[in-house]
Nanobody, 122 residues
Framework: QVQLVESGGGSVQAGGSLRLSCAAS????????VGWFRQAPGKEREFVAL????????YYADSVKGRFTISRDNAKKTVYLQMNSLKPEDTAVYYC???????????????WGQGTQVTVSS
């Protein structure tokens, strides 16, 4: 089993920055790819970013490319999502997830955190 806990969410004005953290615990939690997803009210959960277990490969949704950066520190079993130049449309609950069950951009991961709210005001 792997447990994931997100933190770092909050409220910021447009143009601001936040850094989300996803702390993992449990067996082999550092060996899985980890993704970030987000879900806004009334919308489906959507892919934001993914990082391979080594950190050598990263993938981003077009909507966040160039503004968000995903990284990981396996020694700390933590994955980060640095979010810069935030826009009101980035407002959502952000979830981290480990061990994708298929295509990495689909929300079919084995393990999920509880989510952290990000609110961006204009």
């Amino acid at each position: 089993q792997v447990q994931l806990v997100e933190s770092g969410g909050g409220s910021v004005q447009a143009g601001g920055s936040l850094r989300l953290s996803c702390a993992a615990s449990g067996r082999t939690s550092s060996t899985y790819p980890v993704g970030w997803f987000r879900q806004a009210p009334g919308k489906e959960r959507e892919f934001v970013a993914l990082i391979s277990w080594s950190g050598g490969s990263t993938y981003y949704a077009d909507s966040v490319k160039g503004r968000f950066t995903i990284s990981r520190d396996n020694a700390k079993k933590t994955v980060y999502l640095q979010m810069n130049s935030l826009k009101p449309e980035d407002t959502a609950v952000y979830y981290c997830a480990a061990k994708p069950g298929g295509s990495y951009y689909l929300p079919k991961y084995d393990y999920w955190g509880q989510g952290t709210q990000v609110t961006v005001s204009s």
